[in-house]
């Protein structure tokens, strides 16, 4: 019997879900899945350590260094060899912000996130955060 499923949690689907290079046809396609872009933000953008990212996406440690390791690989991939990225898929679900549990309202930052736009990035309020630059 297989293990069951454990669902990672994510605090917002992303805005933009495709990115191409302009100005010449892409060189292939590369899917991210949506937990992958999820440890990018939170770990790049939000500026979050590991331990933080994978408390808040409700994983171990080890299971969120190896989506970020997939991530930045397809990141670069997509990069440099000139493939459209898309973001779909993966072993999520979608934070509920109104959880009340003690350790949901530490770790979630999801209506801060959900309000959020282009212009006005939001920033890791969980501890653990590295200091930014």
Known sequence: MSRPIKW???????????????GSKPQGKITMTID????IRLMDLE?????TCAMA????????QKIYEEARYKLADALINGKELS??????????????????????CCAKTRR???????????????ASM
């Open 36 to 39: 992958e872009y999820e440890t």
């Open 57 to 64: 996406m409700n994983v171990a440690r080890t299971t969120v």
């Open 47 to 51: 500026n979050c350590t590991q331990e």
């Open 87 to 108: 973001i779909e898929g993966g072993e999520f679900r979608l934070c509920d912000s109104t959880n009340s549990t003690a350790r949901a309202a530490i770790w979630c």
């Open 116 to 130: 959020a736009t282009a212009t006005s990035p939001t920033w890791c309020l969980l501890p653990g955060r590295r």
């Open 8 to 22: 990672r949690k994510i605090c917002c689907m992303p805005l933009n879900k495709t990115f191409a290079p302009s």
